[in-house]
């Protein structure tokens, strides 16, 4: 490969001085290393959270809000008016179009009819109170991954047992129960069922562990006393996560009921996340803007003392806007260098988090190889180098010839 | 008649530091091809003034002034670059050779700058140049290891590598020993009489002077004298 005469310049320079070139080198990799680790481990963080929370809750609830009264008269009349919360009643009407008009849009993964009972778990005196979440079991799964939770007796059977229920292991420590032994539930309306133990499940979150269980749909609507049209929410997963909002409006108008994503169930979470996230971006700025500061001072250094050449290289023809690409030239190799060493470091950083054990929930620190971070880093650190060299290099291309000669 | 290669129009120049100072005031003439031309004068007169003008690295001047009949007053920074570039060589007091480089690389660095010819052409024409100036033994030394003889002959190889119109010398032999100092003049002799080069050079030596084929003496920013061979008032 044959390079121009002002990269050639340039890689004669940084070669001929080393040490320097190391020392700027060496800034670039620790601002670069820290963007790519604190970067990595915000997204990490946010990946393993995100997966938690999916776990027991859904991206999209659609059901049937709460109305308030409008008075009967025209609205131009002037009356008193008391409002109330309509006693409705909470069901969807007709849910098995609801669930149709749902699945037909193309965002969806998966749907399920949905309906919640709270609920007291007994066994001889002792009674915990929890929560009876009765839906389609395999749909469920498709949405919360039940399966990979489970860890006594099998989902499946659950499908098979009308009676079945799938107890989080919280709840069975606390009862000492096992898979097939009998339970009696008691709903809030004072139905008591007796129930078989199919499998036990874990999340790894203690509040859905030590209450929730997963019945069929029936065995709900019976611990209501209502019948097998009563389904109070639709459940939905859908593809873009992320920016979920933008579909809210689009179920609403489907199904006709009130749509509420994750996010506005989660106000607290997603403003967690955030934070998190700006104040990792504003450490990992903070650190690249040092490295920028490096390789700024080192350049500068540079063109103070080879002013004789500077000039020497203009009289013989070379432009300002040469010099200029020499020395640019010369913060990007050092950038460069400094980014590839740093992408390694950060490499190997992030495998050793990986293999550090936390315990409880989290097990193995949630720290993964993200490549959209990586590519990022190298760009920023790219970004930044020619950025912090531009300045020095717009000097030395001010240099007057004339008045380093007549010195 | 001969060719002309650099005219100048009445050109002057102020300094602003310390105080505003008329350093150089209505210089008219004209060089010759092939001519070897010397500036004499005081120091302080402005001899070395002139030539930073002349060979436009200096722009802050009133006047006109033509190289190869081009006006060249009030043209871009980078067309300037390319005109000192492809049209002039210079030869500096102290020989300001690239440190890092070794004499052969120095000697190309303006032809791999003029790109007229391919990096294998560059290169054996900067060896050829340097076996002219006896000086093809330390081709692959680093500048900063030659005597002060050898690098400013190593400066003259560079002057010389793009075939330039005008070769402009500022002291060129004023830091170097007789023995050397004759060499550079017969260079400069022979560049003048077998390659039709010109020679501008600013000098302290009279003997150098007085050996060129004319001379202008500056006093006080005017000229003197220009049209008459050194001695003649």
Request: with cysteine.
């Amino acid at each position: 490969m044959r390079f121009s005469v002002n990269t050639q310049i340039a890689i004669t320079h940084i070669v001929s001085r080393r040490k320097q070139t190391l020392v700027a080198a060496l800034g670039v990799t620790v601002g670069i290393t820290a963007f790519v680790f604190l970067n990595s481990l915000v997204l990490g963080f946010n990946r393993f959270f995100d997966n938690t929370v999916f776990k027991s809750m859904p991206h999209l609830r659609i059901f049937h809000d709460d109305e308030v009264s409008q008075p009967l008269l025209d609205p131009a009349t002037h009356v008193v008016v008391n409002p109330r919360i309509l006693n409705k009643g909470k069901n969807l009407i007709n849910p098995d179009a609801v669930l149709k008009a749902v699945q037909s849009h193309s965002q969806v993964v998966a749907a399920v009819q949905w309906v919640t009972v709270n609920l007291f778990y007994t066994s001889g005196k002792s009674q915990v109170a929890g929560q009876g979440c009765g839906a389609d079991i395999i749909q469920v799964d498709k949405m919360f991954d039940i399966r990979s939770t489970v860890v006594a007796g099998d989902m499946q059977n659950l499908k098979r047992m009308p009676n079945g229920v799938l107890l989080g292991s919280g709840v069975a420590e606390k009862l000492n129960l096992q898979v097939n032994d009998n339970i009696t539930v008691i709903s809030s309306l004072g139905v008591s069922k007796s129930m078989k133990i199919a499998g036990i499940f874990r999340t790894g979150n203690s509040i859905t562990d030590k209450t929730r269980c997963y019945m069929n749909l029936s065995a709900a609507q019976t611990l209501l006393r209502e019948g097998n049209a009563y389904v109070t929410d639709i459940y939905v997963k859908i593809k873009d996560v992320d920016h979920i909002e933008r579909y809210d409006a689009d179920f609403e108008s489907l199904t006709g009921y009130t749509a509420e994503n994750w996010k506005e169930a989660n106000e607290t979470y997603v403003a967690g996340a955030k934070t998190r996230a700006i104040m990792m971006r504003a450490i990992s700025a903070a650190i690249l803007l040092v490295a920028a500061f490096g390789i700024y001072n080192i350049l500068n250094m540079t063109i103070m003392q080879k002013l004789n050449d500077i000039a020497i290289l203009k009289a013989q023809g070379f432009s300002g806007k040469d010099v200029i690409k020499i020395f640019v030239t010369e913060a990007l190799l050092m950038g460069l260098v400094g980014t590839i060493m740093g992408l390694l470091l950060a490499t190997f950083l992030i495998r050793l988090m990986s293999r550090v054990y936390i315990g409880g929930d989290i097990g193995y620190f949630p720290i993964g190889f993200e490549p959209v971070v990586f590519v990022l880093g190298a760009i920023v650190g790219l970004l930044v180098t020619v950025g912090a060299g531009y300045i020095p290099a717009r000097n030395a291309a001010k240099v007057d010839p004339v008045e380093i000669f007549r010195r | 008649m001969s060719e002309l290669v650099l005219r100048t129009e009445a050109i002057g120049k102020y300094f602003y530091e310390p105080v505003k100072f008329r350093v150089l005031d209505d210089i008219s003439f004209e060089v010759n091809k092939g001519e070897f031309l010397t500036m004499v004068g005081k120091s302080g007169c402005g001899k070395s003034t002139l030539l930073y003008l002349l060979s436009t690295m200096d722009t802050d001047y009133d006047g006109r002034l033509f190289i190869d009949n081009e006006l060249v007053t009030g043209q871009s920074e980078k067309k300037l670059a390319r005109i000192r570039n492809e049209k002039i060589g210079f030869v500096f007091q102290f020989h300001y050779l690239l440190p890092e480089f070794t004499s052969l690389k120095n000697v190309m660095l303006p032809a791999l700058k003029l790109g007229k010819y391919s990096p294998e052409e560059i290169e054996h024409r900067a060896a050829e140049k340097l076996r002219l100036l006896d000086l093809h033994d330390i081709m692959n030394k680093p500048a900063s290891k030659l005597s002060g003889g050898q690098q400013q002959r190593v400066a003259i190889a560079r002057a010389l590598i793009n075939d330039p119109l005008i070769i402009m010398g500022d002291e060129p032999t004023g830091n170097l020993d007789s023995k050397n100092t004759a060499i550079v003049f017969d260079i400069f002799k022979m560049l003048t009489t077998e390659h039709q080069q010109t020679i501008i050079a600013v000098t302290h030596d009279n003997d150098f002077a007085k050996s060129s084929d004319r001379t202008i003496e500056l006093q006080d920013g005017r000229l003197l004298s220009h049209k008459k061979v050194w001695g003649e008032v």
